[in-house]
């Protein structure tokens, strides 16, 4: 395993870590979910990703219980939560000093632990002023049940803003964003965020590096083949890739896959190491439902070296997606 370090902090997380979005509390519960963390931690993991809003809080349950019961030892790991869908109350949605605050507590005593060290605002809250989100944030961390606050699928704006108004009234400022990263999706974090990594050191944790699992191939010849695109509630995903636009896509997969195999590696590999070829990612989070998927994936750096900057290449001439760089006014007259 390799680590990295979260942005500009002093915290060295795993370059590879597990989540529970779409698989714990529903493909997987307590046994499976012990079994996928030992499995992780062992292998070198020691991020692991939740949120108050995967399962109505049911993931975080499973997932403090796995912990536990695993017996963790809690200075080797770190675990997170996010705030926003809490239920159907107004008092339970949302970024309000209230609900960020009632929603620590509650992840505290489902994750069974006395601090959170990554607490995200899982997205941005346009009825809430951000000071509000900022403060409610710092409180949190003086008083020991935070460590690191962060966003989720925020824009530049807003986390520029939110940076501003912590340094404005001498408050601890963002310090994370988590993003969906993949070879489809890749605008904001190449983009966007650009001057964020350097300027506000923010750090990047990713998630959905393989887009739902198209990017394992398994829908490459038919998008009726067992995965997320055929679970109950996501016909919407499925309906995606029955556009044009992700008719195209499936052709790059196709493409890629291609690729993958002349330099000796399946296609989900090539698209994992793809994300971590990128130096402002901190941790690229995987989905696993099964212990073989999970012990697969954590096989992936073994090939860093056969992604080299010629195979990149031939995935930019596959993709044709990348985001061009800033223009350099002062080199034109």
């Known amino acids: 395993m390799q680590y990295r370090q979260l942005g500009h902090s002093g915290l060295h997380i795993s370059a590879l870590s597990l ?10 519960q307590l046994d499976s979910a012990k079994a996928l963390i030992k499995a992780a931690f062992d292998g070198g993991i020691n991020f692991f990703d939740n949120a108050e809003g995967y399962e ?6 499973i997932m403090g219980k796995a912990i536990s019961e695993l017996g963790l030892p809690r200075d080797e790991y770190i675990v997170s ?3 926003f869908w809490g239920g159907s109350k107004p008092t339970q949605v ?7 605050t009632e929603a620590c507590h509650a992840a505290l005593k489902r994750l069974q632990v006395d601090y959170l060290d990554l607490y995200y605002c899982h997205r941005p809250d346009a009825d809430t002023p951000i000071e509000e989100t900022v403060r409610a944030m710092h409180n949190l961390i003086t008083q020991g049940k935070v460590l690191y606050w962060g966003t989720s699928e925020w824009s530049a704006q807003e986390i520029t803003q939110a940076f501003a108004v912590a340094r404005q009234y001498n408050m601890t400022p963002p310090q994370m964003e988590q993003s969906e990263y993949n070879l489809y999706n890749r605008a904001r974090v190449e983009d966007e965020y650009r001057r964020l990594y350097g300027e506000l050191g923010m750090g990047l944790t990713t998630f959905s590096p393989l887009a739902a699992g198209v990017l394992t191939g398994r829908y490459n ?6 995965g997320r695109l055929n679970m109950p509630g996501y016909e919407w995903l499925k309906a995606i890739y029955e556009s044009e636009e992700g008719k195209r896509k499936l052709e790059q997969s196709r493409k890629l896959a291609e690729l993958a195999s002349s330099i000796g590696m399946p296609l989900h590999h090539l698209a994992l ?4 070829r990128n130096k402002n990612v901190s941790s690229v989070i995987l989905g696993a439902s099964k212990l073989e998927q999970l012990q697969d994936n954590l096989t992936v750096l073994d090939g860093q070296e056969r992604l080299d900057d010629e195979v990149e290449q031939k995935i930019e001439d596959i993709m044709l997606n990348r985001p061009n760089d800033p223009v350099d006014w002062k080199g034109i007259n």
């Open 273 to 276: 190491l793809w994300c971590l």
């Open 221 to 226: 010849d038919s998008l009726e083949n067992e």
């Open 19 to 28: 989540g529970s979005w779409v698989t714990f509390a529903t493909q997987v």
């Open 94 to 100: 949302g970024l309000s000093a209230k609900h960020v």
């Open 81 to 83: 939560s996010k705030v």
């Open 56 to 61: 109505s809080g049911k993931s975080e349950v």
